[in-house]
């Protein structure tokens, strides 16, 4: 069984490595190959963020203390090996936790050795597999690629978790209900959710006004939605665009499943095994996608946007109005925070056609997994249990606007106790029971980018038969979960 098992997962590591190489690439504003001043330039400029990073995180041992956290009553000792995928300021925050816990966990011969590992832990580089097959695996990883991390569950490259979360208490039981679909592979736990996001819909209510709209009234539906969208758009004389009021996918270029999900499109149903590409809400979103192509001209809104920066610079299309709606997480309030500080913008529910997911979420989250191979799984999970807390993850929750993964955890926040506004309709939002975080499954890895190409094709007009297409897509990546039962 261990061959056989080594064999699986070194074959797995190949079409992880070919799939790695499919992924888009940054949202930033700079590309690979600029010249040495540049990279000079960027690396400063990453160097002042992570000083700033340092500056404002918080977390100590003797921080979470004085907020209530109490060291674990138990006799596990020893040390253990943990693959963070954080970069940047994440990292420096994560990083200030580990040093919180192995002060905390010192008088029990507890500690935490802490390796930062690129691409997700090594989940999107074959690192994280080759040292799972090469029997180097780490104790515990923790990565922001949950659509990968649940393949990599699907493939048997996690440990099931069950036994160590008894072991150490952790109840899994109280966390949002759209956060299990994450945690579950054919009923059994194999990943944790740290933390979750929640998408919104993110609009400037001076060009609101401007365009003669209640900005105390924003859109609920998809036809309020496109209204709202037409109104705030300028035209010039010789057919371009001085301003959009939306462009749907802007910042959902790496995502295939949300659109989909609030249109009320179940991609995979785990009790049947069964993918469900060609329902009719599924096709309705790409439709959606479609007309608003053929509305705006494709051609004409990708060089509109040629110019654009990313989410995380100056020049996002938001940030200098250049678009008034934009749809993705609560992370981007902190986008318009650094980078755009003077820019007015509201958040609301993202509109839903009739019949879709009102006033809901796909949940986004980073998650925890224990590798196949694991000397420590024991300690690794209770490490796990430590940073479900509110406080724990305060630094964390105060910057991105993320939320814990069980309601009660928001009373422990500062956002909540400061009465933030948003960060209340984001509590709202995720007890919603419409949430979840779609098409787990043992393709969706692959099918996620699939679908992304696929969504390309239907907006430059590339594609035109939505539900033939999408039946092909059906046939192909169906018999693929089917074999691998």
Not at 26 to 50: H, K, M, R, Y
Not at 248 to 256: H, M, N, R, T
Not at 279 to 305: C, N
Not at 433 to 438: Q, S
């Amino acid at each position: 069984m261990r061959r056989r098992l080594t064999a699986g997962l070194l074959a797995f590591v190949t079409a992880a490595g070919a799939l790695a190489g499919c992924g888009s690439s940054s949202t930033g504003g700079s590309q690979a190959g600029g010249s040495q001043a540049a990279q000079a330039q960027e690396s400063q400029t990453i160097s002042e963020d992570v000083k700033k990073a340092q500056e404002s995180v918080k977390t100590s041992a003797d921080r979470l203390k004085e907020l209530g956290i109490e060291v674990e009553d138990t006799d596990l000792t020893g040390e253990f090996t943990y693959w963070s995928g954080f970069t940047g300021d994440s990292k420096v925050w994560d990083q200030s936790r580990v040093d919180a816990f192995n002060e905390l966990y010192a008088d029990k011969g507890i500690k935490c050795n802490v390796q930062f590992v690129p691409e997700g832990a090594g989940i999107d580089n074959g690192k994280l597999l080759s040292a799972i097959a090469g029997g180097q695996a780490p104790d515990l990883i923790v990565c922001d690629r949950a659509v990968s991390a649940y393949s990599y569950a699907a493939n048997g490259s996690f440990e099931m978790l069950e036994t160590y979360l008894n072991q150490v208490g952790l109840d899994v039981d109280s966390f949002f209900e759209g956060c299990k679909d994450i945690i579950y592979y054919k009923n059994e736990p194999y990943l944790i959710p740290q933390d979750t996001n929640v998408i919104l819909l993110y609009y400037n209510p001076d060009i609101a006004a401007e365009a003669g709209l209640d900005v105390d009234n924003p859109p609920r539906t998809l036809e309020e939605l496109d209204a709202w969208a037409e109104a705030m758009t300028i035209q010039n004389e010789d057919g371009s665009y001085q301003r959009f009021g939306l462009i749907p996918w802007l910042d959902l270029k790496s995502d295939a499943f949300t659109l989909p999900f609030f249109f009320g499109a179940n991609v995979y149903d785990a009790k049947t095994n069964q993918l469900n590409l060609t329902s009719p809400e599924m096709v309705a979103s790409m439709e959606w996608l479609q007309a608003y192509g053929e509305k705006y001209d494709p051609e004409r809104i990708s060089s509109f946007t040629s110019g654009l920066g990313g989410m995380f610079s100056p020049d996002h299309a938001f940030m200098t109005g250049k678009v008034a709606m934009t749809i993705t997480g609560n992370w981007f309030s902190n986008a318009l925070r650094v980078y755009a500080p003077d820019i007015n913008f509201r958040v609301c529910s993202v509109p839903v056609p009739e019949g879709g997911r009102a006033d809901s979420t796909p949940f986004g989250t980073n998650v925890f997994a224990i590798p196949k191979g694991s000397k420590n799984p024991e300690l690794a999970t209770l490490f796990i249990k430590f940073c479900m807390s509110g406080a724990v993850n305060e630094d964390n929750f105060a910057q991105w606007r993320s939320i814990p993964t069980s309601d009660k955890e928001f009373d422990n926040i500062s956002l909540t106790k400061n009465g933030d506004e948003m960060y209340a309709l984001e509590r709202k939002i995720a007890n919603s029971p419409k949430n979840g975080i779609p098409a787990m499954c043992a393709v969706s890895a692959e099918l996620s980018q699939v679908l992304i190409t696929f969504r390309e094709g239907v907006i430059y007009g590339n594609i035109q038969d939505i539900e033939g297409e999408l039946g092909k897509l059906q046939e192909k990546y169906q018999a693929q979960l089917d074999n691998s039962q």
